[in-house]
C-alpha cells in the first residue's frame, strides 16, 4: 500500500512531479513556459505552501490564485481542455505516488478548484469584467 500525503516533504514529492509532468506535457506545458513564464525557485514554494494549507490547514499561503489565473486568461484564453489536462496530470500524479485519505482529499480539492476556476473564467467575457491592473 502506498503512503498517504501526511507532511510537507509529501506535498513537495508531489508539486514537483506533478509541475514536471506537466512542463513536458503538449497541451499545458507552453502556457507555463512560454506564456506565463513560470519562475520555478519562486512558484513550486508557493504551491508547497497552497497544497499544505489545502490539505493540513497550515495557513501557509499568502496570494489569490483566482487573479492570477483571470489575468492570464486575459493573455492566453484558458479552455475547458486545459483544466481537464490539469486535472488529469495532478490525478494521475497523486495516484502513482500516494494512496489514502489525504490522497483522495487531494484529488477531491484539485478537481473543486480547478473546476470553480474553469467556469469562472468562462463567465468572464459574459460579464464584460476586465481585471488587467
Do not use: C
Not at 482529499?105 to 488587467?132: E, R, T, V
Amino acid at each position: 500500500m502506498k503512503r498517504d500525503i501526511l507532511e510537507r516533504s509529501d506535498i513537495e514529492v508531489l508539486v514537483n512531479s506533478f509541475y514536471e509532468k506537466v512542463q513536458q506535457d503538449e497541451l499545458i506545458g507552453h502556457i507555463f513556459t512560454d506564456v506565463a513564464k513560470v519562475d520555478w525557485s519562486h512558484h513550486l514554494p508557493k504551491m508547497y505552501d497552497f497544497w499544505e494549507t489545502i490539505l493540513f490547514g497550515q495557513k501557509a499561503f499568502k496570494g489569490n490564485p483566482m487573479a492570477v489565473h483571470f489575468n492570464l486568461n486575459n493573455h492566453f484564453p484558458l479552455q475547458e481542455d486545459h483544466f481537464n489536462r490539469w486535472k488529469s496530470i495532478f490525478f494521475a500524479t497523486v495516484d502513482e505516488h500516494f494512496g489514502g485519505e489525504s490522497a483522495e482529499q487531494a484529488k477531491i480539492k484539485a478537481q473543486s478548484i480547478a473546476d470553480l476556476m474553469q467556469f469562472k473564467i468562462s463567465q468572464l467575457p459574459n460579464q464584460g469584467i476586465n481585471i488587467i491592473r
